[in-house]
């Protein structure tokens, strides 16, 4: 994950007593991270992300330019984690219905019966998402926040778990549409998708140059380690993992501090803090512990904080990142001793 700069504050951690250093959770994350790896190279901020937003129920967008292998890693994912898989392309000219499914006519029973669309799947790839209108972006709303599809006031549940992987090109790329606030704080976290080191792009080469198909090389090659009923059962038993008092009132000063910041013209909402609890609670269980520190908190911050944030204009002049300015806020909140 983006690495930020050390907190000049001691953290001291109780070792774990309950939580054994082979819990089925850090068991299976190692797992899975083994099988992924087989056809994945790098990007370890993506992968990580993408697990513990899975095993917290939340939702995951994924901004890079063309080419980085996005489309790849969520299909290996589906593999891995044994889930449905389902994928929609958005262009400009996708409609909702094209999305969710819509009434047909049956010519048989002379009726109308509802078709289900590509979202009735567990993990959902909504490729180029922010290259469709807002009115296809708003179909999804619904869909990611209730887990269900509503047509003609008749409700249509989505298979669980249910993960939306988006994708988006950068803004400043052609043919691109801003997504909404509302949409963008629907998802947990937010991963950027850089270009790879030279030694990490050489072994791309290697292992993507022979003009193999890539479904027989996930159907062969990479093992499922586990399954829809299983990840279930985990997101359940990690949102038990421990969170002191002193950590819930450290998140939530990072939150609220994200409001008054001077280079921020809209700070996170409430939603932010809860994709921060649930986070921490999932990547301590993925490290073999019951409870959650403050460096669990700090890994996962900027994923979910930078598509919550929104630069006041002369910011954005002074080509000010985001998360440079997120790694300063954090650098300036104390750390709780736990």
């Known amino acids: 994950m983006s690495e930020i700069p050390p907190v000049e504050t001691n953290i001291h951690s109780t070792?774990?007593?309950?939580s054994p250093a082979d819990s089925k959770a850090k068991v299976l994350y190692d797992a899975a991270l083994t099988e992924i790896r087989k056809v994945f190279v790098g990007q370890d901020e993506l992968v990580n992300v993408a697990m513990v937003s899975l095993f917290s129920g939340g939702h995951l967008l994924i901004e890079g330019v063309p080419g980085l292998g996005k489309t790849l890693?969520?299909?290996?994912?589906?593999?891995?984690?044994?889930?449905?898989?389902?994928?929609?392309?958005f262009t400009a000219d996708l409609m909702p219905s094209d999305v969710t499914g819509a009434p047909i006519f049956d010519m048989k029973t002379q009726d109308f019966r509802f078709r289900a669309g590509p979202v009735f799947t567990q993990l959902l790839l909504a490729d180029e998402i922010n290259r469709s209108p807002a009115k296809t972006h708003a179909a999804l709303l619904e869909i990611m926040q209730e887990r269900r599809v509503t047509i003609d006031g008749v409700s249509h549940t989505v298979p669980k778990p249910f993960l939306v992987l988006a994708t988006?090109?950068?803004?400043?790329?052609?043919?691109?549409?801003s997504l909404p606030e509302a949409q963008l704080d629907r998802f947990m976290f937010k991963a950027i998708v850089n270009y790879p080191?030279?030694?990490?792009?050489?072994r791309v080469l290697?292992?993507?140059?022979?003009?193999?198909?890539?479904?027989?090389?996930l159907e062969k090659e990479v093992s499922q380690v586990t399954t829809g009923q299983t990840i279930l059962e985990l997101i359940e038993s990690n949102a038990q993992v421990r969170v002191e008092p002193q950590l819930l009132r450290?998140?939530?000063?990072?939150v609220r501090a994200t409001r008054s910041w001077p280079t921020?013209?809209?700070?996170?909402?409430?939603?932010?803090?809860?994709?921060?609890?649930?986070?921490?609670?999932?990547?301590?269980?993925?490290?073999?512990?019951?409870?959650?520190?403050?460096?669990?908190?700090?890994?996962?911050a900027l994923p979910a904080l930078r598509?919550?944030?929104?630069?006041?204009?002369?910011?954005?002049?002074?080509?000010?990142?985001v998360d440079s300015e997120l790694k300063a806020l954090l650098r300036s909140i104390e750390v709780p001793r736990i």
């Open 15 to 18: 070792p774990p007593i309950a």
């Open 73 to 89: 890693f969520v299909r290996t994912l589906g593999r891995v984690l044994g889930c449905q898989f389902g994928r929609i392309q």
């Open 168 to 177: 988006q090109n950068p803004l400043e790329s052609e043919g691109t549409y």
């Open 197 to 202: 080191d030279e030694a990490e792009e050489a």
């Open 206 to 217: 290697d292992l993507h140059s022979r003009q193999i198909d890539f479904g027989d090389i």
């Open 250 to 254: 450290y998140i939530n000063r990072v």
């Open 264 to 300: 921020f013209h809209l700070g996170a909402s409430p939603r932010a803090g809860i994709a921060l609890v649930q986070g921490a609670r999932t990547l301590a269980a993925f490290k073999g512990r019951d409870f959650a520190v403050p460096d669990d908190v700090v890994e996962i």
């Open 307 to 321: 598509h919550r944030v929104i630069l006041n204009a002369e910011a954005e002049v002074e080509g000010t990142q």
